[in-house]
T-cell receptor
Framework: GNSVTQMEGPVTLSEEAFLTINCTYTATGYPSLFWYVQYPGEGLQLLLKATKADDKGSNKGFEATYRKETTSFHLEKGSVQVSDSAVYFCALSEPRGGQNFVFGPGTRLSVLP | NAGVMQNPRHLVRRRGQEARLRCSPVKGHSHVYWYRQLPEEGLKFMVYLQKENIIDESGMPKERFSAEFPKEGPSILRIQQVVRGDSAAYFC??????????????FGEGSWLTVV
């Protein structure tokens, strides 16, 4: 079955540090890949997505590139802010009907001033 | 968030009572999904519905849990005879089309159920 693996948290960084959150997936077909962010006490918000190999999704300074050869979709940001503190979820969906969205376990990021 | 409305935001129930969680999808969206998030854990898929149909309920516990998405009105997740282990955040999401093909699903802000 499909699955998503993320690096374990929590990740603690100082403000302006470089961020990488690793995400790898297993899928039978050609999935679309997503990063969602969850701020404390809130629901999930779409951060970025990529629908095919070599696509790069980007938003709010975050980037992730769909790497089919390594089945990865690592999230990066060059300079994090305190306001980026949240839980980040990597997810995939497959184009064929009957497949649900599959989420990784989430990675908690804490950014210290 | 793209307008998925969930209520109540917070619900407290005693063991053995029933919990009803409501979800109004984004206007025009005909596909609804329910997820559960246990404390400090990730999201677990529960059920996927279209109007008047359950498409995939592979993540739903076999007992006490049910979901519906009627032709008119919100989707309802119903938990009968709640137990402490049901305490979690329940998230609803919606999409305009089938969840595949790279379609984004949009989440509500969740309903936090506490069973005392």
């Amino acid at each position: 079955g499909n699955s998503v693996t993320q690096m374990e948290g929590p990740v603690t960084l100082s403000e302006e540090a470089f961020l990488t959150i690793n995400c790898t997936y297993t899928a039978t077909g050609y999935p679309s890949l997503f990063w969602y962010v969850q701020y404390p006490g809130e629901g999930l918000q779409l951060l970025l997505k990529a629908t095919k190999a070599d696509d790069k999704g980007s938003n709010k300074g975050f980037e992730a590139t769909y790497r089919k050869e390594t089945t990865s979709f690592h999230l990066e940001k060059g300079s994090v802010q305190v306001s980026d503190s949240a839980v980040y979820f990597c997810a995939l969906s497959e184009p064929r009907g009957g497949q649900n969205f599959v989420f990784g376990p989430g990675t908690r990021l804490s950014v210290l001033p | 968030n793209a307008g998925v409305m969930q209520n109540p935001r917070h619900l407290v129930r005693r063991r053995g009572q029933e919990a009803r969680l409501r979800c109004s999808p984004v206007k025009g969206h005909s596909h609804v999904y329910w997820y559960r998030q246990l404390p400090e854990e990730g999201l677990k898929f529960m059920v996927y519905l279209q109007k008047e149909n359950i498409i995939d309920e592979s993540g739903m516990p076999k007992e006490r849990f049910s979901a519906e998405f009627p032709k008119e009105g919100p989707s309802i997740l119903r938990i009968q005879q709640v137990v402490r282990g049901d305490s979690a955040a329940y998230f609803c999401a919606s999409s305009p089309r089938d969840r595949g093909s790279g379609n984004t699903i949009y989440f509500g802000e969740g309903s936090w159920l506490t069973v005392v």
